[in-house]
């Protein structure tokens, strides 16, 4: 499964603490420094109540493949992903990305490291395989009125990926529903679907659906998530989760308010041609939208041709509208 990497700057958020899994506290060598630090997934640190006085000459976030907090280490870019100096800190939440192509089975220790003059003010060893927090997947979606998934997978605690997804539709008030315990019932909570919205579910044909818990809701909060008609209380299918789960914080639950839900990127202005995509589990989810009239088709993917777009030999996907079907 994937590890995530976060670099949006925001605010404090209101949802109940956890912050990922605890590696241990910083030394408190020189300078004020003190705090938590907590592995969010495998890219991913987070400080908790991070305390610098901001009077070293040229001090940086540090992190090493060896197990001594010294030069041979390498820089991180501070939380908001600046590669300068670091400023001065008064007990506030700091999330941290490990550089491209490392991650924390390669690195023994973190720190706060003084270039002018080698000095460590302060660090904390993490232990060599240290469980990390990881998305995980669960049991696929089954149901009546043709519900079907791929395995779920837990993004975070507070996100939902459902693979895949299908239902046929014709249910008059059925939501995607979670709630405490092994199986739902009318005391349950609605589950926005992928556009935010808690209207009722449309029909879905193999798509692949984001889901966010509303408000300050948690994986650990619920037992089961499934579709469950509200008008007619009936169970349309669900899945339990596990408890315990060792899974990423939210964006959220660090204080981090992300711009948006999916990454996303214009194509062609003309068509309103845009990719978006998602990273879940071992997949990057992608969507391709477009204003696309009869016999007009559009698709992306890898070039078969390293200096232009070929579509002969490469690996694309095509989508067009059949107003037939």
């Not at 975070?156 to 693979?163: E, G, N």
């Not at 895949?164 to 589950?191: H, M, T």
């Not at 845009?274 to 990273?279: G, I, N, P, T, Y």
């Amino acid at each position: 499964l994937f590890d995530n990497c976060y670099l949006f700057p925001g605010q404090r958020g209101a949802v109940a603490e956890y912050l990922g899994k605890l590696i241990g506290k910083l030394s408190e060598l020189h300078h004020a420094v003190s705090g938590e630090v907590y592995a969010v997934d495998g890219r991913t640190l987070h400080i908790k109540d991070f305390t610098y006085d901001g009077q070293g000459p040229a001090a940086y976030f540090y992190a090493s493949v060896h197990k001594n907090p010294d030069k041979r280490g390498f820089r991180l870019r501070d939380e908001n992903g600046s590669p300068e100096v670091i400023r001065r800190y008064r007990k506030e939440p700091v999330t941290l990305t490990l550089p491209e192509g490392k991650t924390l089975r390669d690195i023994k220790v973190f720190y706060l490291w003084c270039e002018d003059f080698d000095v460590n003010f302060g660090d904390v060893k993490i232990p060599k395989n240290f469980p990390y927090p990881r998305p995980q997947k669960i049991e696929p979606l089954k149901g009546i009125h043709g519900i079907s998934s791929d395995n779920i997978v837990i993004v975070d605690a507070q996100t939902l990926l459902v693979p895949n997804l299908s239902y046929d539709g014709e249910a008059p008030d059925a939501k995607f529903w979670v709630g405490q315990g092994p199986k739902p019932s009318p005391q349950g909570i609605r589950v926005p679907d992928e556009n935010g919205k808690e209207v009722p579910l449309r029909r879905y044909d193999r798509k692949t659906v984001v889901l966010t818990l509303p408000g300050d809701l948690t994986i650990f909060d619920i037992g089961h998530f499934g579709i469950w008609c509200e008008q007619f209380t009936v169970d349309f299918g669900h899945v339990q989760l596990p408890q315990g789960l060792n899974i990423p914080p939210s964006l959220k639950m660090l204080g981090i308010s992300p711009q948006s839900k999916l990454n996303c990127e214009v194509l062609q202005d003309d068509l309103a041609f845009e990719v978006r995509w998602a990273v879940a589990g071992e997949s990057i989810v992608l969507q391709l939208v477009a204003k696309l009239g009869d016999k007009e088709y559009m698709s992306f993917g890898l070039s078969g041709d390293n200096q232009k777009s070929v579509m002969v030999g490469g690996d694309v996907v095509v989508a067009w509208v059949d107003k037939n079907t």
